[in-house]
Structures are given as C-alpha cells and as structure tokens.
C-alpha cells in the first residue's frame, strides 16, 4: 500500500492549525505543527522541506483568511474566480515563511543534524523568527499567528513577558517536543529530554498565571455601540441617514448614560465629517451636552488629503484627535503599482495619509485612553509607543470596521488578538465595532461583556481601568527574545557544522591508517 503523501498531510494539518484560531483551539494547535515537524524529520531535500512548508502555509492561511474572499467577492464585486485567486496568491506568499522554516530544516536534517537539534532548537527558533518578520516586512501581516490559539491556553501566562512572539517560538518549541517524543518514542532519553522540556515550559506557565501585572486605577462607565450596518449599505446613497439614525437611537436609548464615555465604531459615515450638515451634527453629538464624552471613528479631510481619525468630543466640540499611524496595505494606502487594484474594486478612502508616533492619548475624566482603530492593534511594536514620553495609557480603545468580511471568523479572530493586547500590556481593551465583535476585555485578557455578531445593539459596561509599572513586555519589547531565538539558531548550525568538521577529519585519519 502506498505512503500518504507528506505533502498533503501537511496541507491537511495546516487547515487544522487555521481553524484553531478561533474558536482558539491551543491543542489543535499544537498538534498541527508537530505534525508538520515530524514531517520535516523525515525529509532529506530541501526542496522537499521547502514544499511540506509551503503546503503547510497554504493550508494554514487559506483556511484563516478565507474572509478575504467576501471583501473581493461581494464588495468589490469582482467574479468568484477572481475572488479565489486573491485569497490563494496571497495564501501563497504567506506561505513562503513556513516554507523557508521547512527549507531550513530539510538542509539541517541533510547536513548530519540530529532530530533533537533539529526539533526542539532549529525549528522553533526559526518558526518565531519568521513568525516575526511576517509581522514587519512589506508594511507587516501577522494576522493568523500561532500565538492567538492559545488566549484560553497555558502560553497566554508568557505575554506580559515575551508578548505573541515569544509565545510564537514557546508553541513551535512545545510543538518540536511532541514531535521528537513520537520520533524517539523507543529511545528512553530523547522521551526523557523532551519531557522535560515541555515539563519546564508548562510550570513556568502555571507559575506566571498568578502574577498581577497591573492594578486597578479607576471605574469607568462606558456605553459600546454597534450599528450592524452591512458593508454595501454603508456606502450607499442613503449610508449617512442610514448611519446617522442608527447611532443616534442605540447612544440615546434608555437608561442613556449621564456621564462616563460612549464609543462608537471605526468610519461610522462614509464621508468627511466636515460634509455633515451643523444640524446633522448637533443633533448626533447632542449627547454630550450632559456628562458623557463619545469617542468614535470617521475622515477628516485636510487641505493634505484625507485622515482615518478617531475623534473625541466634548459639548458638541471635537476636543481631541487620533490619526491612525498603521494603514492597511490595499484598503487604506496604494503600494506603488497597485492603483489599478484599488480602483478594479472601487474602494472608498483608499488612499489616506498616515499619523504621526507621537500622538496623544484621550483624557475622559481622570481616565487616560490609548485609540487603536482597526488593523492597528496587530502591531503591539507600535501600542508599545503610547508608553513612551513617561505618561501610561489606563485603557487601550479598539474602534473597527470589519464589515468588509461579512459574518465570517475574521470577526473572532480579531476579537482574541484584542484579547492578546489586554494580556502583553497588562490593561483592558474596550471594542466598538459596526459588525462585531463589540465586548470588553479585562486586562487578564478574559472577555466580560460582549454583544452578537452582525446585529445592531448596545453595550454598557464599568470598565476597570487599570494602572502601574509597565510590564516586562512593555519595557523591552520583542527584541530580547528574538535575540535570544537567534543565537539559539546561529549556535545549532555552529555545532552542526563543528561535527561535521570532526566528522570529516575522523573519516580522513582512517583512510590514511
């Protein structure tokens, strides 16, 4: 009987790794990648460890980001085929990462390496390694990475410390045990050694999880307004009554908070806010007239061009604003080139200028908020900066628009990555999104409140806001340990190549006796 082929067994497992994303599945996870490094240890070409990788990859991203099919399908109204192709190009180039991991340890297994090295160094350090410039080059995409399958898991203790990138490298590396546990499963000390790496991991674990990284600073009332608007409908003729009427009904429906903040989604009007009639926009912002502040997202047009804002208004006046800093590629800026492609699916605004880093927080009452709209809160690098200046945000704010993906689990997904943010930084993140998903996350990255997908509605929570020392992540970054995954790569290939030498100068001595 013929062999499975390795290559779609890799493919098959790297589907199964997307779908543990969300719902966040660590073990599913977990076992995936073992998979796909047992598979490496048994290659002995590079083109072959380049190719399980790369089914791996197609398998892993086309299954999380097949969202990306509606927003190409369904509102850029482009064929089935077209919309296909683009999930799967992109797919494709993702792929790359986990393929170069595989092309990596393909050559270690040819050059003499053994299966320990191989599984519990090479491997995992590569995998974080490339897992981290998925995330910055090319503008960065590190949507669908490992580390978000584990927000219900063991792994989320390690965030505050080494943030999604160390948990990146601590999966692959729980990942590589499995795998050299199954490989060496008849020899006594590889199950003694990998057991023992995993038992190092998982204590460690079990003894970060009680660590208070924060403290509570201050209550405040917050209402959350979802408007359920869908994408297509929001973009019509009649978006802005239709946004207008919405919002105005869920921010003033009984009890309507007399003080305290209301927040409202990423764009809620599809066009610059300076186009809003004064009468449109006193009786929107009318709300304020009492205690409460809103805070939500629209275009600002400046005689530079258009801004993606966050605003946050004060009786009636904006009295502070944000600019996002990190545009999506596509959706928000033109790569050079690409003009055709944005203009092929007709996007609104797609072409926005860019915020600056050193941006200030929003003060409502004693309560210091860091805005993060959309796509922004991937980038714990960049969240990183509203630490910097000596003034600590107590809140992180997420307003999104993801109605360009439909009711899919690009939703979810969003939802534990905002979930990882709450953990690294050690404060609670409060979400105000058109389709979902609006919910409160405490700074223990646990979701307390939320509202359903796709339907309109409102949300009122006491948001803990939180104070104290920045965490260790806060104060270092990734940069520590994606050093430390370097030496450990740089000092594997080091020694392989050291026995390799002893090998071949060994192998001479006997010819000459």
């Not at 590889?190 to 509570?216: C, K, M, T």
């Not at 258009?306 to 946050?312: G, H």
């Not at 992540?473 to 026995?499: C, T």
Request: proline share 5%; aromatic share 12%; hydrophobic share 50%.
């Amino acid at each position: 009987m013929k062999k499975f082929p390795p290559f779609l067994i890799a493919l098959f497992a790297g589907i199964a790794q997307g779908f543990s994303l969300a719902p966040a599945n660590q073990w599913l996870q977990l076992a995936a990648l073992a998979v796909l490094f047992f598979i490496f240890a048994g290659l002995r070409t590079v083109k072959a460890g380049f190719l399980a990788g790369l089914f791996f990859g197609i398998g892993w991203f086309a299954s999380s980001l097949a969202w990306l099919y509606v927003s190409v399908h369904d509102y850029g109204h482009q064929p089935a085929v077209f919309a296909a192709f683009v999930v799967f190009i992109f797919s494709c180039y993702l792929a790359l990462y986990p393929a170069a991991v595989g092309a990596l340890c393909a050559w270690s297994v040819k050059r003499g390496s053994s299966a320990g090295r191989m599984l519990l160094v090479i491997a995992p350090a590569a995998w974080g390694l490339t897992e981290w410039l998925r995330g910055v080059l090319f503008s960065g995409f590190p949507w669908s990475a490992v580390s978000y399958a584990h927000v219900d898991g063991a792994l989320l203790a390690f965030a505050p410390i080494c943030g999604a990138e160390g948990i990146n490298f601590l999966a692959a590396f729980i990942s590589g045990c499995a795998a050299f546990l199954l490989l060496e499963r008849k020899n006594l000390k590889g199950i003694a050694l990998a057991s023992a790496g995993l038992l190092v991991v998982f204590s460690l674990a079990f003894a970060l999880a009680d660590i208070r990284w924060s403290e509570p600073y201050k209550t405040l009332s917050v209402r959350l307004v979802q408007g359920g608007i869908a994408q297509d409908e929001k973009f019509s003729p009649m978006g802005s009554l239709t946004s207008f009427e919405r919002y105005v009904r869920l921010m003033n429906e009984k009890p309507a908070p007399e003080n305290g903040l209301i927040v409202l989604p990423e764009t809620i009007f599809p066009i610059p806010l300076q186009q809003l009639k004064p009468e449109i926009w006193k009786k929107f912002t009318h709300v304020t007239d009492g205690k409460a502040a809103l805070m939500f997202g629209g275009f600002l047009r400046g005689e530079d061009g258009y801004r993606n804002t966050a605003v946050l208004v004060e009786h009636e006046k904006i009295v502070q604003s944000y600019t996002k800093k990190h545009l999506v590629p596509f959706g928000e800026y033109v790569p050079a080139g690409f003009r055709w492609f944005i203009d092929m699916l007709q996007i609104p605004m797609g072409d926005l200028l860019q915020g600056s880093a050193d941006q200030k927080t929003f003060e409502i009452d004693g309560v210091s908020a860091a805005p993060l709209l959309c796509y922004e809160d991937l980038f714990a690098s960049e969240i990183r900066e509203w630490w910097q200046g000596g003034k600590a945000p107590n809140l992180l704010v997420n307003l999104s628009n993801l109605g360009w993906f439909g009711d899919t689990h690009a939703l979810p997904q969003h939802l534990n990555i905002s979930r990882m943010r709450a953990v690294e930084f050690a404060r609670p993140v409060i979400r105000a999104t058109n389709t979902g998903m609006t919910a409160y996350v405490t700074s223990k990255g646990e979701v307390a409140a939320e509202l359903p997908a796709m339907k309109p509605g409102k949300l009122d929570v006491e948001v803990a806001a939180a104070q104290g020392e920045p965490t260790p992540f806060v104060k270092f970054g990734a940069l520590p340990w994606l050093g430390a995954m370097v030496l450990l790569l740089i000092s594997a290939i080091l020694a392989q190549a050291q026995r390799a030498i002893l090998i071949k100068k060994s192998n001479r001595t006997l010819i000459n006796f």
